[in-house]
């Protein structure tokens, strides 16, 4: 038979025990620590007008050209899986008018890019993202920067380095573009394909091709600030200045350039020795995207969850293991055993205890070793005998020993 039809989609993985509680642990952290500067959770739609991510994302981006999952939907429209989270968001602060000045918002959720599956890129992947809007300002980037480090932290995270940049201001572009086209232009038979391509549609993106034969020239290349208003050096270096006065090391890598369009100013990326080839652990930046008759400033990152998984294997391997919880394992001699254990059961889940039992009524040999598998640290025992005596075995898993423990008792026991 062809079961091909029932496997998932290439580059996209179902998530479940025992990595699941990794996960969640890794969310309640953040949870925890985004909290304490004072974002809020914004859960969007996953499938948005195309227009949403074209317009803001850049139309000659990799992610818009190549990347994203559009279809036409049965009412003739088209959407899009979304590729990142920041558009989605902007579309919600659109809504929000006047409020959105400020707003500090964060998700936690699935994006979709149609890349070539390998180790650490996936098709449908998970970001944690945070979009914090207001006007551009150094030490809102600072803060921001200094939010992500805390988190890693937070996470117990330590193998990870931070590469900062600017982008400068719109209007820079123009003498960028110039200043890297004039020269690149003596060794442009040498650049890849690609690269040949990216020199007329979106020079920039010179700056961070992987291939070696394109980095030996980009290395010889001006760096970027050398094109840029006074104004724009300005922004970094006070960006630098406040990141040194707060303990965060960053450092300047002028190749860092970040591939999608809506950036001005900062951007950096934070990158992690677990990753291999796809070291990327997280991206952000400051960024300006007019979106109907309204323009947002702000400043975010997203941090890839399936790269951050592998970090903290790496990095904190305490926070991997199963944590240990009390479990108990009821077993059942007898038609009124179970009726009263199915009871009992329910009683004890509501006071916090994990319980399972066996429904079926097997023999005892199968019920114990269900308990077994179970991984319960006690199993409680009743037939007919305990039953009309108003009491329970308790047996310890650990080390096997046996007792009768009267049913009032039990909760105070086992706790
Ligand atoms: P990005 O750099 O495109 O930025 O993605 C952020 C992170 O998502 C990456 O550093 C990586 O960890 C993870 N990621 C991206 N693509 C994949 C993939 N195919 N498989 C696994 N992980 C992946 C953004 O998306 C911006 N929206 C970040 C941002 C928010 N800038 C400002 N605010």
Redesign the pocket.
């Known amino acids: 038979m062809d079961t091909s039809a029932f496997q998932p989609m290439q580059g996209m993985t179902d998530l479940a025990a025992p990595e699941i509680a990794l996960w969640q642990r890794l969310e309640a952290e953040a949870r925890r620590t985004l909290a304490l500067y004072g974002f809020t959770e914004v859960r969007t739609p996953v499938v948005e007008q195309t227009a949403v991510f074209t317009r803001s994302l850049g139309e000659t981006t990799d992610?818009v050209q190549k990347e994203m999952y559009t279809f036409t939907d049965r009412g003739g429209r088209s959407l899009t899986l979304r590729p990142?989270?920041?558009a989605g968001v902007i579309r919600y602060a659109l809504g929000l008018g006047v409020e959105s000045d400020g707003a500090r918002l964060y998700y936690i959720g699935p994006?979709f890019?149609c890349?070539r599956p390998q180790a650490?890129?996936?098709?449908q992947?998970h970001?944690l993202?945070v979009?914090a809007f207001g006007a551009p300002n150094p030490a809102a980037d600072a803060e921001i920067i200094a939010m992500q480090l805390h988190l890693l932290e937070a996470w117990g995270l330590k193998g990870f380095t931070l590469d900062l940049n600017t982008r400068g201001v719109p209007e820079d572009r123009p003498a960028v573009t110039q200043g890297l086209a004039d020269a690149a232009r003596p060794h442009l038979g040498a650049l890849c394909a690609d690269c040949q391509r990216r020199f007329e549609t979106n020079i920039l993106r010179l700056l961070d091709c992987k291939k070696e034969s394109c980095r030996q020239i980009v290395a010889g290349l001006p760096p970027t600030t050398q094109f840029m208003s006074a104004e724009s050096r300005q922004y970094l270096d006070e960006v630098l200045r406040l990141l040194q006065k707060i303990g965060v090391p960053a450092r300047v890598n002028p190749q860092l350039v970040?591939?999608?369009d809506y950036y001005v100013h900062t951007v950096w990326?934070i990158r992690h020795g677990a990753l291999g080839a796809?070291d990327?652990?997280?991206?952000?930046?400051r960024?300006r995207v007019t979106m109907g008759d309204k323009t947002f400033d702000g400043?975010?990152?997203?941090?890839?969850l399936?790269?951050a998984i592998m970090a903290v294997q790496k990095d904190n391997p305490t926070l991997t293991q199963e944590q240990p919880r009390l479990m108990v394992w009821l077993v059942s001699m007898g038609a009124a055993a179970l009726t009263a254990n199915l009871d009992l059961a329910q009683n004890l889940r509501r006071q916090g205890v994990a319980c399972g039992l066996d429904l079926a009524a097997r023999s005892m040999k199968a019920q114990m070793r269900a308990a077994n598998k179970s991984g319960a640290t006690t199993v409680l025992i009743r037939g007919d005998q305990e039953l009309e005596q108003g009491t329970v075995t308790l047996k310890n898993m650990a080390d096997g020993t046996q007792q009768a423990v009267p049913l009032a008792e039990l909760t105070a026991r086992l706790m």
């Open positions: 992610v990142e989270g920041t994006m890019r890349e650490g890129r996936k098709r992947f970001q993202g979009e970040r591939g999608l990326e796809q990327a652990l997280s991206g952000g930046g960024y400043v975010g990152f997203a941090i890839g399936e790269r």
